[in-house]
């Protein structure tokens, strides 16, 4: 079954969160709604809400992450689910246990969702394809193909400093090619309605079919900037490049780094996004990753209210109050 259909039940309500295509407007901005209710749960002195009180969260890692996976624990905390975290590169299916042997295990355990990254595309489907029945499944990453709550994230900060998405041009700089970001982030962008999706990157960086995913391609950046009211930069993926791809990161930056002298190209009340984590020096320069257009932390504690709303959906229930 393709993971579009997967994910959803039959009333249209999300079972699983695998992948951002194919899912209507309505439903994104139901995420990013309920996300918006989450929102005040950070400032209250008792930070937790009672939606997911008595279900277990298993965070299923194969691949390391600093910022995705604490910011689903401490959405799954929020909502009072109980967690457990598994570093699987460090665990059984290093000592030769099958992925699915793994899934069974922990199914044992009476868990209820599992958020999982993992380096091959199609992991988090292959997973929920087996899960039992009441089990869901959050994708954190899989290989290149998606990253759908990183993206809603962006999505949520966004419409919170730009709001409606018709009238926004957005570019989206560096390597695209080993990017799930950015293809999650193309495809939520034009599902909102977006009025204008750039990619500005090397050739040796885009996918060879990028056009079709809806996108205007730029090679360079100073042209592609212009008018560009968010300009989202990707870490230059080196850990997926078998060689070649890039002449070196000193001329990586030279032609690609986003430094305060070109973002003046974008308009003036633009605002810098990075998934994180950023290289500084490769593809954007530490004054403008630390200055006022930068929203980076930002999408940061976005991560929690947005994971939270994904979460509190999934398991039907609604908004924080
Ligand atoms: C991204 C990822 O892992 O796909 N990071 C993240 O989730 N915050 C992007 C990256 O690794 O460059």
Do not use: W
């Not at 966004?158 to 080993?178: C, E, M, S, T």
């Not at 750039?198 to 391609?217: F, M, N, S, W, Y």
């Amino acid at each position: 079954m393709s993971a579009v259909r997967l994910q959803l039940r039959e009333d249209g309500s999300l079972r699983h969160f695998l992948t951002i295509e194919g899912l209507d407007r309505a439903l994104l901005e139901r995420i990013l709604d309920t996300a918006e209710s989450f929102v005040s749960v950070h400032a209250q002195a008792v930070k937790k809400v009672p939606l997911l009180r008595g279900k277990t969260v298993v965070n299923l890692f194969f691949e390391p992450s600093t910022r995705t996976r604490t910011t689903f624990e401490l959405a799954a905390k929020r909502l009072s689910a109980d967690v457990l975290n598994l570093n699987i590169a460090q665990s059984a299916t290093t000592k030769g246990e099958s992925l699915l042997d793994t899934l069974r295990n922990i199914e044992a355990m009476f868990c209820d969702m599992f958020v999982v990254r993992h380096a091959d595309s199609g992991a988090a489907h292959f997973i929920a394809h087996h899960v039992a029945p009441h089990v869901s499944v959050l994708n954190a990453g899989d290989g290149r193909h998606a990253h759908p709550t990183q993206a809603m994230l962006d999505m949520f900060t966004i419409r919170r400093h730009k709001g409606d998405f018709n009238r926004l041009r957005v570019a989206i700089v560096g390597d695209i090619l080993h990017s799930r970001v950015a293809r999650s982030q193309i495809h939520a962008l034009n599902i909102l309605g977006t009025h204008e999706v750039r990619v500005i990157a090397p050739k040796t960086l885009l996918p060879a079919d990028v056009e079709q995913l809806g996108v205007h391609v730029f090679h360079d950046l100073e042209q592609g900037l212009e008018e560009v009211d968010v300009i989202i930069m990707l870490r230059l993926q080196k850990e997926r490049m078998q060689g070649g791809l890039i002449p070196s990161e000193h001329e990586f930056f030279q032609l690609y780094g986003l430094t305060p002298e070109r973002l003046r190209r974008a308009r003036p009340d633009a605002i810098v996004m990075h998934p994180g984590p950023a290289n500084r020096g490769v593809e954007i320069d530490s004054r403008v990753a630390d200055g006022p257009q930068s929203v980076i932390l930002e999408q940061v504690s976005n991560g929690i209210a947005v994971r939270m709303a994904v979460m509190s959906l999934i398991m039907g229930g609604g908004e924080a109050a």
